[in-house]
């Protein structure tokens, strides 16, 4: 009798938005693998889930998935969380739920939080089609991943963090032009939560007068 994995969203800020299912999905499942079991393990006391927790995360992952897929088909049901949002996007969970497809065993992603969608919505551009770009490359391939989102017709969705917003937002500039239309959302569901509108160079003049902190998603719309 094989087990089943579980894709359990969670909170990117606001403890409220857990769903009553993750909550008693992870209090049933024989194990939970986590991002960061510190990180966790704050979440799991807070809703008094007791279900013993193991670390799966970017930098074990690759070395965990085997072992994992052998418990699920041995007839162990496991959770998988990521820090904040749905695993898989951006985060650790790719390759075990595909371990776990081509393995045959039954993959049931929970619907929850994620931080694209509210900043995507709100940011009031078109959202009947968009690009989920995640994290732009670092350094290998960033300046050809600007050129060819350059000509993108659809809204664009990307991930930054606050130390690399302003050198992103000024290569929107660059590539995009001074007066894309830009939303920056940071901080969602959190107590300081923000969204600045504008164009590429008014939102760049922003966030240098205000240096930003926290976790931070850009929408950019597409090439008229």
């Known amino acids: 009798m094989k087990g089943k994995l579980y894709l359990v969203p969670t909170p990117i800020g606001n403890l409220k938005d857990m769903t009553y299912r993750a909550v008693e999905v992870l209090k049933n499942v024989d194990l939970i693998y986590a991002e960061d079991t510190r990180t966790s393990g704050k979440l799991l006391k807070h809703f008094e889930i007791n279900t013993q927790m193991y670390s799966h995360h970017m930098h074990n992952e690759h070395k965990t998935v085997d072992g994992i897929v052998k418990r699920i088909k041995s007839g162990e049901n496991i959770a998988l969380i990521s820090d904040a949002g749905t695993p898989a996007i951006s985060d650790p969970g790719f390759l075990l739920t595909r371990a ?113 902190k926290g976790e931070i998603v850009v929408v950019v719309s597409g090439k008229k």
């Open 100 to 212: 776990c497809v081509e393995a045959g065993i039954v993959v049931d992603c929970l619907p929850g939080a994620t931080a694209f969608v509210p900043a995507l919505v709100n940011s009031g551009f078109p959202n009947d089609k968009f690009v989920f770009e995640g994290f732009l490359p670092v350094k290998k391939g960033r300046q050809t991943r600007f050129q060819h989102l350059a000509e993108e017709t659809r809204t664009i969705i990307f991930y930054e963090s606050p130390h690399k917003l302003l050198k992103t937002l000024a290569q929107f500039v660059e590539y995009f032009g001074a007066d894309r239309q830009i939303s920056v959302s940071r901080e969602l569901t959190k107590l300081h939560e923000e969204t600045v509108r504008g164009t590429a160079e008014e939102v760049l003049k922003h966030f240098e007068n205000k240096p930003p």
